[in-house]
């Protein structure tokens, strides 16, 4: 066959053929982006000698146009898809993704959960409505009345001191504590009251590892023909029972509230220690949980009772301070800095 080409064709198959072999070796090769553009002009650009020699097939003769043709197209082709390959391949290494290993365990999405506050404030409740107290709730703003005046505070009384107040327009103000609110049960209905009475206070000042300017406490009054100071015992003594632990030590300690006399502390036994004496109960074994007394003569007139008749107990608690010893937290600005792992963490109640 080859007897039969010219010169020429002969010449141009040879030019080929050594395009053709080193074109597609150099564009295989091709490491680089760059490397593959500069082979790509060279071979396939409009200055390649491939592009040359298609493009003046005109001046051929119709036999060796034939077959300069066929073999140049060919070749123009080969390359053209070999140069294809090649940028696809640097196309899937850029966008490559990291192998999903399909073994591996999911990831577990964080659930919300209830406040270790919102959880105690819910135990506690829970507990006086198993022995028979039902809830009654109060506004946070109250009058001087209902927070101080009723309550056996007369505006003279140093006591006002202590609960550092936050003053509302209007003369109104944030309740100091949850007391105002057994004012407001008591005046609306006649004994027997056997009601807990849980939310917010407020106190204007400074935080630091027990105090916080808003808290909750939950407050519990008891009035009826015949109430004791045994029966007020009995049923904090239950409480703290069923909060921390059946044979939890308790103890009461005299003290003085304006509204409630003779006054009280109960304390328990420092679950830290054990009542060996620590750092967290300052030596003396016993935490604080809660004030109490029996409600003063006075305060049952201010509701229009009558104090020869009936008698009550009455006692205030604050619930950070209970989830506090529950939970061994060592400081109470942890439950309102809403530090992640904090609020994650697990409770056993
Ligand atoms: N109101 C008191 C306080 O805030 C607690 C208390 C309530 C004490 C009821 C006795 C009786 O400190």
């Not at 390359?79 to 899937?92: C, H, P, S, T, V």
């Not at 107290?133 to 005046?149: K, T």
Request: proline content about 5%.
């Amino acid at each position: 066959m080859s007897a039969e080409l010219t010169e020429t064709a002969s010449q141009l198959l040879k030019e080929l053929a050594g395009i053709e072999a080193k074109g597609a070796a150099e564009l295989r090769e091709a490491s680089s982006e760059k490397e593959l553009e500069e082979r790509r002009v060279r071979y396939l650009g409009r200055k390649a000698r491939l592009t040359q020699i298609l493009r003046s097939l005109s001046s051929l003769s119709d036999a060796d146009r034939k077959i300069i043709g066929k073999d140049g197209n060919r070749i123009k082709a080969l390359l053209e898809g070999l140069l294809e390959g090649k940028l696809a391949e640097q196309g899937a290494k850029e966008e490559k993704q990291p192998e999903i290993d399909l073994t591996l365990p999911g990831r577990s999405l964080w659930k919300g959960k209830k406040h270790v506050v919102l959880s105690v404030l819910e135990r506690i409740e829970e507990i006086f409505y198993g022995m028979g107290f039902s809830i009654f709730l109060g506004p946070d703003v109250e009058d001087d009345y209902h927070n101080f005046e009723a309550l056996n505070i007369p505006s003279h009384h140093p006591a006002r001191e202590s609960h550092d107040t936050f003053f509302v327009e209007g003369g109104l103000l944030m309740r100091t504590h949850t007391s105002p609110v057994q004012i407001r049960a008591m005046k609306s209905m006649k004994p027997p009251v056997r009601m807990i009475f849980p939310g917010r206070v407020y106190r204007n000042e400074a935080s630091d590892a027990t105090h916080t300017p808003e808290f909750y406490q939950v407050e519990g009054l008891y009035v009826d023909s015949q109430v004791s100071l045994g029966d007020l015992k009995g049923t904090l003594e239950e409480f703290a029972r069923e909060m921390f632990r059946r044979d939890i030590q308790t103890r009461f300690r005299p003290s003085h509230f304006p509204f409630t006399e003779p006054s009280g502390e109960m304390d328990v036994i420092c679950i830290h220690c054990d009542g060996k004496g620590c750092p967290v109960c300052k030596g003396s074994g016993w935490l604080e949980i809660l004030g109490c007394g029996m409600v003063h003569p006075n305060v049952l007139r201010n509701v229009g009772y009558d104090p020869l008749s009936v008698s009550g107990y009455a006692f205030g608690m604050g619930v950070e301070r209970v989830a506090m010893l529950k939970y061994k937290v060592n400081d109470m600005r942890l439950f309102y800095e809403n530090d992640i792992r904090f609020l994650r963490q697990e409770e056993t109640l």
